[in-house]
């Protein structure tokens, strides 16, 4: 067994979705994929929400592209 939280919860509010999106958004402006490393520094620095933050931090390493990251974090930035 993994201690690793399950990345398919999705966010509980509205305000926490929106800004999920924001910085979903702002992230992805200009790139295509981003690393699971750097979508975590930038939540931390954009101070997310804590569930988020460990939300982002369960996710495999790798690179994902805007619409692979927001299903997994559950936003609809697209």
């Known amino acids: 067994m993994t201690d690793n939280p399950p ?8 305000s926490d979705l929106r800004r999920l999106d ?3 958004e702002e992230l992805y402006r200009g ?7 750097d979508i ?3 939540a931390v620095a954009a101070e997310m929400p804590a ?3 460990t939300r ?3 996710l495999p390493e790798g690179e994902y ?3 692979e990251a927001a299903d997994l974090l559950g936003g609809s930035a697209a």
């Open 7 to 14: 990345v398919t919860a999705v966010p509980k509010t509205e």
């Open 22 to 24: 924001d910085l979903l």
């Open 31 to 37: 790139q295509e994929r981003i690393s699971q490393g």
């Open 40 to 42: 975590y520094r930038r």
């Open 51 to 53: 569930a988020l933050l």
């Open 56 to 58: 982002i931090g369960g």
């Open 65 to 67: 592209s805007v619409d």
